[in-house]
């Protein structure tokens, strides 16, 4: 009897992995958003504007920069933003937090954004200092969805806000999480952004579930390329986004050769973008920790192609 390889046993048994649908190579490349955080020394600084240049010629919708706990950065997102706004092409978004402060501090740094020529906000709640519970601010704005609502009144913003696909850690529960993403979207919100996640049929269950709740404004996933894994586990952890089994695995053994860690972690980014964009998925906000070589990659894999030719490096 002819011995049969285990490999083609499977196969004619049936057990087959289906292969990602070939490139559409005539659809439109997607729309891409970056984030930034603003820096801290004059030495991230230069990295940070470095990144912006390497990365403008994909010609980005916007790009938004964050903003530090408890409005912890506020100057230095200002002046970031501020910067982007007068010296730059691109449209810049700034993050604002309502945590901590009284509805007319945070009234006043919006309307220092729209005097400064910023017109969106990603609107967010932020979270308490490391060890308490959030608990909202006796004069504040409570939720991410109060804040949403006050801009409304002060300008004419487009906001965004933050979705969960994997529920936010101090929801009540995910029909709850969900419900007050669509009250953020009802008070005037005009598109979420994923907190990041590494399985990707959570986040595209999670579209289900919205669209099924009468959402229908975008959700865009948040790609968060990984080549730190340690860091990104930690962080993993604070805010909710599960780390799966072979994601460590990937990254086993290559503690000391970050040359292999961006290769694994542009490979993963990368498998996971092609993934969502065979379902459908036209958008993407990458979280690029001010390092552009992997987003620049991964937009590129994406079909993204730089405006007037290569970007200088
Ligand atoms: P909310 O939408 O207000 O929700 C917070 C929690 O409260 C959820 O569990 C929700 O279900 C619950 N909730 C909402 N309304 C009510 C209610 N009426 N009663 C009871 N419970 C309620 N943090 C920063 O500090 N700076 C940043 O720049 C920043 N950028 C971010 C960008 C993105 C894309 C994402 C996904 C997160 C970002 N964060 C940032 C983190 C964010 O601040 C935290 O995740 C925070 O814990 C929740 O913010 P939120 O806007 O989602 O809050």
Not at 44 to 68: D, E, M, N
Not at 162 to 167: I, K, N, Q, R
Request: with cysteine; hydrophobic share 40%; aromatic share 8%.
């Amino acid at each position: 009897m002819t011995k049969v390889a285990p490999t083609l046993q499977r196969w004619l048994a049936g057990e087959r992995i289906g292969p990602l649908p070939a490139r559409n190579t005539s659809a439109p490349p997607p729309a891409l958003s970056f984030e930034f955080f603003p820096p801290k020394t004059p030495a991230l600084k230069q990295q940070l504007w470095h990144c912006i240049h390497r990365l403008t010629p994909l010609a980005p919708r916007f790009v938004s920069v964050t903003y530090g706990a408890g409005g912890s950065t506020h100057a230095r997102t200002h002046a970031t933003v501020s910067r982007l706004a007068r010296e730059t092409s691109l449209v810049p978004a700034a993050h604002l937090t309502c945590v901590g402060a009284t509805r007319d501090e945070v009234d006043a740094v919006a309307r220092g954004y729209w005097a400064a020529g910023v017109r969106h906000i990603v609107a967010l709640r932020g979270d308490a200092p490391a060890g308490s519970a959030y608990a909202p601010h006796p004069g504040g704005y409570d939720y991410a969805s109060d804040l949403v609502a006050g801009l409304r009144r002060i300008a004419d913003f487009e906001i965004s806000v933050a979705a969960y696909p994997e529920t936010h850690p101090s929801a009540m529960s995910a029909q709850a999480d969900l419900d007050n993403l669509k009250r953020k979207l009802d008070s005037g919100a005009t598109r979420a952004i994923t907190q990041y996640f590494f399985d990707t049929s959570t986040y595209l269950r999670f579209l289900d579930r919205a669209l099924a709740a009468g959402i229908t404004a975008p959700i865009v996933p948040g790609i968060m390329p990984v080549s730190n894994y340690e860091q990104a586990a930690r962080f993993s952890a604070l805010c909710g986004t599960s780390v799966p089994a072979w994601l460590g695995h990937l990254f086993e053994g290559t503690e000391n050769d970050p040359e292999i860690r961006r290769i694994v972690a542009s490979i993963v980014a990368a498998e996971q973008v092609r993934t969502l964009q065979a379902n459908g998925v036209d958008e993407f906000h990458f979280y690029t920790l001010n390092r552009p070589d992997l987003t620049y990659a991964i937009a590129h894999i994406l079909g993204v192609r730089p405006k007037g030719g290569l970007a200088d490096r």
